[in-house]
Structures are given as C-alpha cells and as structure tokens.
C-alpha cells in the first residue's frame, strides 16, 4: 500500500513523490512547503523502509531468523523428523510429526509456532537453545499470515508426484539378451518360458549353469509338493511315466490345477497374509465356530479362478456387492475379547482393532506399511498421519461378530414350516404342564426375545397392527415381523407391503423399513419412538387370510433388551375396524428373555396320554434342532457394520 503524508488544508500527498521531490530538489519551487522540509526528512531517516513492503521477505526478513536458529537441525542436509525449513515449500510439506507445520493464513494453526512458543523448555524450538525474540516471532506470524505468499509453493506442492515403487504402473520389461532368441519377430526362450530368460541371465552372470531337467518321478513329486501340500500317489506316478506323449506334462499340470486340493493349498498362503484365526488370540482365545466360511470362501476363490480385482473387491466391501463372506478378512485378526472398565483402555483397544484392519489392508493388497502413520507421518513410505485416519474412517463402522447371511428361499420356506409345526405342538404340549399358583394350565409359554409364534383361525386381512404397551426395558425393538398367509410370508417388503408407525427411534441401524426387509438381528430392527403404546402397522399388497404372526426382538439372540411383554396384535380389513388376533393377555408372567421351555408332567395322565405326550415332545425336541441347525448356517464370522461417528486424526495415535 502506497504511503502518505497530509499537509495543508487536508491535502494527502504520496510519501514516495516527497522523497522523489526532495531528491530532485524541486522543494525549492514550493511544491512542498519550505517549513515541511525537514520534517519530511526526519521522516525519511526514521522511515526509511517506507518504500518497502509491509509484509515479510522471505529471504531478507524470514531466512536468517530460520539460519539462526533452526536449520542446523532442519536445513537441506540435516532434517530431523524430516522437517526441512530451507524453503517455503518444504516448510509447507512438513515433516514427519502428522501436524501441518505451515497452515498459509493461519499462523495461531501452524505447528511451527506452537512448538517455538510451547511452555514446556522439552517441547519448544529450538532445543536447549535461547527462544526466539519476540520480534522474530511476530515476523515468522506475519511471514505464515501472508496467505497470497504462499499461493507459488501450494502450488508446487500440489504438482509433486509421489515415485514410491509401489506406486507405479506394472510393466512387461524386455527379455534379457542372453538365454532369448529372435523368431518371427518375437522375443522366445529356446524350449523354456520367458521368465527363463531372466533366470538365465543371472545364471551366466554369476558364472552359473542350469542344472539339467528333472526325471519324471522328481518332477511329478515337486509339481504335487507345491501345488497341493501332498505328494502323488504311486499310481500317478507311475501313470505319468508311462505317458509318453508330448503333451504328458501340460496335461498333468492342468489336472493338478484342476483339482480343489490346489485351492486347500493356495489358500494356505493367502490366510497367513491376513493373519486369519478360528480364535480370538489374546488369553481368553475364544473359538470362532462360523469362521471356517471365510476360509472356505478364499479357497472356493482360489478353485474357480476368481479374477484378482473382484477377489480384492469383495474382502473390502462384499456386503455390498452380495459377496459377504469376503468380508471375513476384515475381521479375520486378533480380537480382545475382554473389554477394559476403564474407558480410556476401551479407546485404545478399538483403536488396536482399527489398526489391525488397516494393516492388514496395506499390506495385503498395497505393499505399504500403513501402521507407523498411526502416531506420524510415515518415515519410509509415502502416507501421512492424514491419510492414516481417512481410511480409518472407512473402516470405523466394523466390529468383530458373526453376521447372519441372507437365506436362501428353499431355508426361508422351511424355517417357516417348522416355525408352524413348532406352535401347534406347543400348544398340543400345553396340557401336560401341570399348573402352579403362579402359572395356571392352559396358559401359554412367557414372551421371549429370540422368537415368539402367534396362532389364530384364519382371519381375512389387509391391515396388522402390533401395539406395544410395555417392555422388560426402554423403547421397543422388533427385529422382524412376519405374517403368514399358509406358507407364505404376506408382510415383505419386496412383496409389495407397507409399513407405518407410531414414531421412529432415529438411529441408522434402527428403521421403519428393517421391520419388513426379511434379515434378521439387531442391525436390522426398528425401535418404536416411545416407551409404552407404541405401534408399527403392516398394510400388505392385497387382502389375505392370515393365521400366523412370528415376531421377535432379535432373532440373532444377542440382544435381550427392549422385549415387549404386554401387546396386542390386531388385523382390519379396512383400516378402521379392527379384531384382535393375539395378545400376551394369555402368555405366563414374563421371567426371562431366553426361550425356556415348560416342564412336562406326563405321569399325571393316563399311560397311552402320557406315551403320546412323550411322542409329541420327542418330535418337538426333533424339529427344533432342525430349526436351530438351518438358523446357525446362516451365520459367518465376517463382522457387522454400523454406522460411525466422525474419525478425528489423532495427536502420537492417543485417543484421549
């Protein structure tokens, strides 16, 4: 900014044309009045650097306070945490600290500052050494404030490209000369593949020559040794052998490919990458029943020769591609199962979970070592602490579990079946549980969170309503409700139904739309808004006759909480009138959120009631453990997935 001095009569003249006037001498002429004259001169000698700019130099004003202090320690050559000072682009790119060591604009951000004014002596810059004066310090914040300076270096900064190795395009390199020959204009190895060529190469560079080839009986033995772990059996040896045509090797080769036992073997080698368990680790070393899945899932990958890029994509978001067992590699580590009381230990151990899976990530499938970013910006490999925490975010919504999978329409079908057959001989059991003060017979088994069956006569519908009164705790939760017209479950949504509630619980695991979606568990329940009277209302596609409800609060049976204990469920035809078609008016007092089964006096009958007592329990017991079979095989050790907060960059990796 051009300055000024006002004379007479308010009249401004720039300071640059006084000096320029005294210089000349035009003074004399009385451009400017004779008794300004030395005034202005005064002002000239005590500001001088009135021509200059107002803002910081960064070689005049800035660098010899960085040369006497700083770059000894963070110079060209020396660069401790690789913090280079030299130059304002290198001041911009920071060192290894994961903090911004310049933010342009913004001194009072820029971690440069806060370690020159730190009030710990063992934490300010420089070290052992006198602090910077006050004036240099207001320079450096006017040198960092000056936001348009730093526009050329942000730039730069912008256009630099990262060479790391892994980093760059996969190419075919050429042939070496030696071990090749030209045919056809072609690069071939004589009678080999062309990898051999650079085999050979190395082979007469080091003075070396190929050991002559194998004879059969060797060669068929390595071929099964590495492909599947397992040697051949006599029999394949002694068939190849004997197999004297040209193409005997090729064909044994994809007859060994062929085979599920080079997935069992290849597969072997992929786990170890991902550090896949059946347990847990840590000192409680829990077994993970469903893990075996994921294991299952690489080597069907491996058999069916998966192409690599759908292999890569399905570990990292199979669930929503429908390929969720891939997900098991993110859960496929160490887990501590044992959650510390302390919540500051319960951070750290989520953020060792985290670490796991991102570690994973990059060393699997990005030939990077992504955990040192944790606490800094990486040493050796090109991923700041920012990078570090971005993915993090990508991952911050997985947790350790087992995860139901979707059934196929042939277990749906059956599970429903049984579901059925299950309540009639509840209900023919019924009267052999003799009645207690507390317990009258007749009544039916205690509401339960995992499952509970309702039976009606057949009632024409096109509306359902199930209102809840009262839960053992908090708002109520369904994880799924079902409506049974026969075999067919009327109230899906992709059938066609429609759902309605009385309020909405928001959470995004917790909506209107799980209440009908056919997936079981608490990541796919609603919650209603209100602790009592709350109400979800199925309109289905059409009027059906319906004669059974299944309803639960978490089929998946880890949630016991939120459990309705006093309801009604009534159908209408209209949406105006309706009928009651079950309630917990008639259910025992509610003891327990797991399903308990009653206890059976059958010698209080007659013996032929009591032997067809005895029968009917017998096939129940029967019918369950199918039912609970087909359930389980739905289950994978692949995590389960919600929807996290926000992921913060952590200052050293400490989550306080």
Not at 20 to 36: E, K, V, Y
Not at 103 to 123: C, F, M, N, Q, T
């Amino acid at each position: 900014m051009e300055r000024t001095l006002k004379l007479s009569r308010g009249t401004a003249v720039p300071a640059s044309s006084i000096i320029a006037q005294l210089c000349s001498g035009s003074c004399q002429q009385r451009t400017i009045p004779l008794h300004l004259t030395w005034l202005v001169a005064c002002c000239c000698l005590l500001f001088g650097a009135t021509t200059r700019s107002a803002e910081p130099d960064f070689q005049r004003d800035v660098l010899p306070i960085l040369r006497k202090h700083c770059l000894d320690c963070h110079g060209a050559d020396a660069a401790e945490a690789n913090l280079r000072l030299h130059t304002p682009l290198d001041a911009l790119r920071g060192g290894d600290s994961g903090e911004p060591a310049i933010v342009p604009g913004r001194s009072e951000a820029s971690y440069l500052i806060e370690r020159i004014l730190h009030e710990d002596a063992s934490k300010r810059m420089p070290l052992d050494l006198p602090p910077l004066t006050d004036q240099e310090v207001t320079t450096l914040r006017s040198w960092i404030d000056h936001a348009a300076a730093w526009t050329d270096a942000q730039a730069a900064l912008a256009e630099r490209r990262v060479e790391h190795w892994s980093f760059q395009p996969v190419a075919r390199p050429p042939l070496p000369l030696e071990g090749r020959q030209q045919a056809g204009g072609e690069q071939q190895v004589s009678g080999r593949q062309p990898i051999d060529a650079f085999i050979l190469a190395k082979l007469r560079e080091a003075g070396l020559s190929p050991s002559p080839p194998a004879e059969r009986r060797t060669l068929i033995r390595r071929l099964y040794l590495v492909m599947h772990g397992l040697p051949p059996t006599p029999a394949e040896v002694e068939q190849f052998i004997d197999d004297q045509a040209d193409d005997a090797w090729r064909r044994l080769v994809e007859r060994v490919l062929d085979s599920p036992r080079y997935g069992e073997r290849w597969a072997t080698h992929w786990l170890d990458l991902v550090r896949f368990g059946e347990t847990h680790g840590f000192e409680t070393n829990r077994e993970r029943p469903h893990a075996w899945r994921y294991r299952d899932w690489v080597i069907d990958a491996l058999n069916s020769d998966k192409p690599y890029n759908q292999f890569v994509l399905e570990q990292l978001a199979g669930d929503a591609v429908g390929a969720d067992l891939g997900t098991g590699f993110l859960v496929a580590g160490p887990y501590d199962l044992v959650k510390g009381q302390d919540a500051q230990l319960r951070l750290m151990q989520r953020q060792d979970e985290l670490a796991d899976m991102i570690n994973a990530t990059g060393t699997a499938f990005l030939g990077l070592t992504l955990g040192c970013a944790r606490c800094h910006n990486h040493k050796f490999d090109p991923i700041t602490q920012r990078d570090y925490y971005a993915l993090q975010a990508v991952f911050a919504g997985v947790e350790h579990n087992d995860r139901a999978l979707p059934l196929t329409d042939d277990a749906r079908t059956r599970i429903a079946t049984l579901d059925r057959q299950l309540g009639e001989l509840r209900d023919a059991l019924a009267r052999f549980v003799p009645a207690t003060e507390n317990s009258p017979a007749g009544r039916r088994p205690a509401v339960n969170a995992r499952q509970n069956v309702e039976r009606f006569p057949p009632t024409e519908a096109r509306f359902v309503r199930f209102t809840i009164r009262q839960t053992n705790q908090s708002q109520p939760c369904l994880d799924e409700l079902e409506i049974y017209s026969g075999e067919r479950n009327v109230a899906l949504a992709a059938g066609g139904a429609r759902a309605t509630s009385s309020g909405d619980f928001k959470h995004p695991l917790h909506k209107l739309e799980h209440i009908h979606d056919g997936r079981y568990g608490n990541a796919r329940s609603w919650i209603a808004s209100q602790v009592a009277d709350g109400w979800v209302r199925i309109e289905l596609p059409e009027e059906a006759v319906i004669d059974r409800i299944v309803w639960g609060r978490d089929r998946e049976g880890k949630y016991a909480d939120r459990v309705p204990i006093d309801y009604r469920i009534e159908a209408s035809r209209d949406g105006e009138t309706w009928t009651l078609l079950a309630s917990s008016a008639d259910r025992l007092p509610f003891q327990s959120a797991e399903p308990g089964e009653p206890k059976y006096d059958f010698a209080a009958f007659p013996a032929d009631e009591a032997a067809r007592g005895r029968a009917l329990l017998e096939q129940f017991q029967r019918l369950t453990a199918e039912r609970d079979a087909l359930a389980a095989d739905a289950l994978a050790y692949v995590g389960t997935f919600t929807q996290p907060g926000p992921t913060r960059r952590l200052y050293r990796g400490e989550p306080g």
